[in-house]
């Protein structure tokens, strides 16, 4: 599983990051952004959800 942050959609909630911080974590911009190029099995039902808890769906899971 890959996740990825449309760094124009981003509003810098922190929302992910509270869910899920192995795999989101802020940027140099202060926007979220994935830390891990591939989402470790045992993480990803808690990527899926920081993808739902974004207000802007600014979060692709796939």
Known sequence: MHA??????????????????????????????AVVDEVPNDLEEQAQEAAGNCPTDAIQVN
């Open 4 to 33: 990825e942050v449309d760094q124009d959609l981003c509003i810098s909630c922190g929302a992910c990051i509270d869910t899920c911080p192995e795999v989101f974590d802020w940027n140099d911009d202060e926007k979220a952004h």
